[in-house]
């Protein structure tokens, strides 16, 4: 299995912050990796997948990077909804996910 | 506009068993395959398995293998999972999710989760 390895596990951060969040993967899985965000007691919502790609209706504020191991989410100007968790998935071999990312307010 | 609604919270005896339902609507059901994933309390999401709402061909993750069946009606437009001999470890808030492509792929629109308590 691909093995996710995503940090910091926790970030404070204030409104208007630029935020950036890793993930690592165990070997390589080409563009092939997306970003949820994730609000307490709600379903996922994708936000960017094939590691760079934002998804439709994402505040284009989201961006991501990166290919083969190395991946990052930014979010430029945090906003007061952006408040949340937010994981990696990789889809170059099945599913596995990242542990998460808690972004708090600072 | 595409929504996934998964059937209520289940409370289950540890050796039982326990079927979820997904019922998808705003798009043509068919042209998506539906994953299931869980997520334990304080643990990552965990691929459960798929399966092809076009042939109705399923592929399981190993570590549930034989202990899990899927199954689509797509006259309902309706997906179900069925996990049986369930154990403590099971507890957990299980999620559908439609797979975004033909293949391996970006979950693009998931079920509002099912609570399973053992």
Redesign the interface.
Known sequence: DVQLTQFPSTLSASVGDRVTITCRASESISKMLAWYQQQPGKAPKLLIYQASRLESGVAARFSGSGSETQFTLTINSLQPEDFATYFCQQYNNYWTFGQGTKVDIK | QVHLVQSGPEVKNPGASVTVSCQASGYIFKDYSI?W?RQAPGQ????VGWISTYTGDPDY?PRFQGRVTMTTDTSTRTAYMELRSLTSDDAAIF?CARV?GTG??????????TLLTV
Not at chain 2, 44 to 47: C, I, M, Q, T, Y
Request: glycine residues 16%; aromatic residues 36%.
């Open positions: 994953a994933v990552r999401f965990e691929w993750a999620y975004g391996y792929d970006q979950f693009d629109y998931w079920g509002q989760g």
